[in-house]
């Protein structure tokens, strides 16, 4: 059973940089899309990036454009998101996902196939 394990949240100050990795299982890593999901505090769940199996193709909220940064490691099974430059508003958890195709990240209410159980950011002001 393919599983999504995210990690490297936790508790920053504004201005400061986090890196949160997401472990998958399974060997179908390397043909799918990879992104991450935030859910704010009292809010909905809310697409952040996006990037596709070769890393040639990445897509980014307008919110997060030029802070945040999407990678993958398909040896290692693994996507990264470097945030950096961190603001309070960022306080989420943030989940990982997986699926074929590109739209059930970036089309309004479509939603990846496969999730992570989540990693909580808090950005202090």
């Known amino acids: 059973q393919v599983q999504l394990v995210e990690s490297g949240g936790g508790l920053v100050q504004a201005g400061a940089s986090l890196r949160l990795s997401c472990a998958a299982s399974g060997r179908t890593f390397s043909t799918y899309y990879m992104g991450w999901f935030r859910q704010a505090p009292g809010k909905g769940r809310e697409f952040v990036a996006v990037i596709n199996w070769s890393a040639s193709s990445t897509w980014y909220a307008d919110s997060v454009k030029g802070r945040f940064t999407i990678s993958r490691d398909n040896a290692k099974n693994t996507v990264y998101l470097q945030m950096n430059s961190l603001k309070p508003e960022d306080t989420a958890v943030y989940y990982c996902?997986?699926?074929?195709?590109?739209?059930?990240?970036?089309?309004?209410?479509?939603?990846?196939?496969?999730w992570g159980q989540g990693t909580l950011v808090t950005v202090s002001s």
């Open positions: 996902a997986k699926d074929p195709v590109v739209d059930s990240f970036v089309r309004r209410g479509m939603y990846p196939e496969l």
